[in-house]
């Protein structure tokens, strides 16, 4: 299994997080003869500004600011769908909102674990649960095209009570 539960739920150098999404991305995009030009990769360094999921409104927004010019919708969602055809982020369909992927070009369950409380999202990769649907689709003749999961809770931050919070129901 492959997941980056520890580090989307736990107080880390985030900065790193967005270094290794950028060093990732280089190499994917030389392996893969694609290339990763400014925009494309100031929108995934965008992306990665935290666990939490951006839409491309936001994205625009933000990009508009980095550049000091005005970016037109266009410009941002080519370089999301350039992004997500090299699997380096995912769209999350039930918020309409892109993640950067922590492990791309590997196997993947595109199962998410969505924080309602704080909207971060950490993401899990696991064979074996990809091989039960797969067979649970075979034994009902359903073709499987695609399969995204999204679990809505409470990460393990937002499920600890704060000092704050006991203090006040005393
Ligand atoms: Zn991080
Ligand atoms: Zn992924
Ligand atoms: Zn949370």
Same mark, same amino acid.
């Given at each position: ?104 070009? =590997?196997?993947?369950?595109? &199962? $998410?674990?969505? *924080?309602?409380? %704080? ?6 990769? +696991?064979? #074996? ?16 095209? =695609?399969?995204?999961?999204? &679990? $809505?809770?409470? *990460?393990?931050? %937002? ?6 919070? +006991?203090? #006040?129901?005393?």
């Amino acid at each position: 299994m492959l997941t980056n539960t520890r580090l989307v739920h736990g107080q880390h150098d985030h900065s790193r997080c967005v270094d290794a999404a950028l060093s990732r991305a280089e190499d994917l995009c030389q392996k893969k003869n694609a290339k990763l030009t400014p925009t494309r990769a100031t929108v995934l360094s965008i992306l990665w500004q935290s666990h939490r999921p951006l839409g491309a409104y936001q994205v625009q927004g933000r990009l508009s600011k980095i550049t000091g010019k005005a970016i037109a919708p266009p410009t941002v969602y080519r370089a999301i769908e350039f992004l997500l055809r090299l699997g380096l982020i995912h769209r999350l369909p039930s918020l309409n909102a892109y993640i950067g992927c922590p492990f791309p070009n =590997s196997e993947h369950s595109n &199962l $998410f674990m969505i *924080c309602i409380e %704080c909207g971060c999202v950490a993401e899990i990769a +696991d064979a #074996s649960l990809n091989t039960r649907l797969q067979t649970a689709c075979d034994k009902t003749n359903f073709k499987l095209h =695609s399969q995204n999961i999204e &679990l $809505f809770g409470v *990460c393990p931050q %937002c499920s600890v009570p704060t000092i704050n919070e +006991d203090i #006040s129901h005393v």
